[in-house]
Nanobody, 119 residues
Framework: QAQVVESGGGLVQPGQSLRLSCAASGTTFGIGIIYIMGWYRQAPGKQRELVATITSGGRTTYAESVRGRFTISRGNVQNTVHLQINNVRPEDAAVYYC??????????WGQGTQVTVSS
């Protein structure tokens, strides 16, 4: 079994900050560190897009649209990941999904957490 649970979404004003968290658990992942954990987002009428990823070794990647404003990091608890969002923009409004990836056959998604941007 695998569980991926996001938290931290909500209503935020432009320019403010927000922190999303994700925890992956379950026997599927065993006792090891998940190879890649990442955040994706999907706005209404748009395709799901990659936001940021982090490997077990700490290597990060970011979408160009969020580079410099978003920071992905591994949590202190194994297989948790955070997404710090600074200087939120209206275009950041979306459902944010966490992904836990060990292999093409072992990739799991959370249910998503809504980020709403409104003044």
């Amino acid at each position: 079994q695998a569980q991926v649970v996001e938290s931290g979404g909500g209503l935020v004003q432009p320019g403010q900050s927000l922190r999303l968290s994700c925890a992956a658990s379950g026997t599927t992942f065993g006792i090891g560190i998940i190879y890649i954990m990442g955040w994706y987002r999907q706005a209404p009428g748009k395709q799901r897009e990659l936001v940021a990823t982090i490997t077990s070794g700490g290597r990060t990647t970011y979408a160009e649209s969020v580079r410099g404003r978003f920071t992905i990091s591994r949590g202190n608890v194994q297989n948790t990941v955070h997404l710090q969002i600074n200087n939120v923009r209206p275009e950041d409004a979306a459902v944010y999904y966490c992904n836990a990836y060990n292999s093409p056959r072992a990739t799991y998604w959370g249910q998503g957490t809504q980020v709403t941007v409104s003044s």
